[in-house]
């Protein structure tokens, strides 16, 4: 049975950081692209990063930049998101999602919350 | 960037069909995802790769793309249908994921 779990959501002050984490199991973790995909209470679906099986290729969506990176540990089973120089509008469930090949995110956790506030 | 257009909202009663569209230029020629999300509730594909299903997703959901509209269609609109349905793509000149704002399936 393939599980993603999140974890790592808290409150945090602008300018802040925090790492989010991804355990899995259920699956050959290190065959498979993963992301992380953010939505604000409300809004809708963004897409953050991109990670690729092997870790060589990375994407980021331009609203993260610079600011967070995206990073995964295969003996691990586990994806993770470093989040720098956080702003408000950064606040939002992130979502940890399983990708297949043709870019569908076929598995995905229940989130964890980031709220950054003064 | 990418823009996919979706309708807001759409309402309709029990046993109607739901066509929800997805509009992009030459969205035709890429594969597009589609995902179902009830409130407080992670996401689910419940189409990938235009018209594929995935196990467990009833027969009563189905994709379609061409030109510049790809259509989620759901045949006998049932309560538990109710939620917000997204369309999701991969593109390749900006290297970006794009989801669509979503739409929101009212069963009367």
């Known amino acids: 049975q393939v599980e993603v779990v999140e974890s790592g959501g808290d409150l945090v002050k602008p300018g802040g950081s925090l790492r989010l984490s991804c355990a899995t199991s259920g699956f050959t973790f290190n065959n498979y692209y993963m992301n992380w995909i953010r939505q604000t209470p409300g809004e809708g679906l963004e897409w953050v990063a991109f990670i690729s099986a092997t870790g060589s290729t990375i994407y980021y969506a331009d609203s993260v930049k610079g600011r967070f990176i995206i990073s995964r540990d295969d003996a691990q089973r586990s994806l993770y998101l470093q989040m720098d120089s956080l702003r408000g509008e950064d606040s939002a469930v992130y979502y940890c999602a399983r990708q297949k090949d043709s870019g569908a995110y076929d598995a995905w956790g229940q989130g964890t919350l980031v709220i950054v506030s003064s | 960037s990418y823009v996919l257009t979706q309708p807001p909202s759409l309402s309709l009663a029990p046993g109607q069909t739901a066509r929800i569209t997805c509009a992009g230029y030459?969205?035709?020629?890429?594969?597009v995802h589609w995902y179902q999300q009830k409130p407080g509730q992670a996401p689910v594909l419940v189409v990938h790769d235009n018209d594929g299903r995935p196990s467990g997703i009833p027969d009563r959901f189905a994709g379609s793309n061409s030109a510049n509209t790809a259509t989620l269609t759901i045949s006998g609109v049932e309560a538990g249908d109710e939620a917000d349905y997204y369309c999701q793509v991969w593109d390749s000149g900006s290297y970006h994921y794009v989801f669509g704002a979503g739409t929101k399936v009212t069963v009367l």
């Open positions: 030459n969205i035709g020629s890429i594969s």
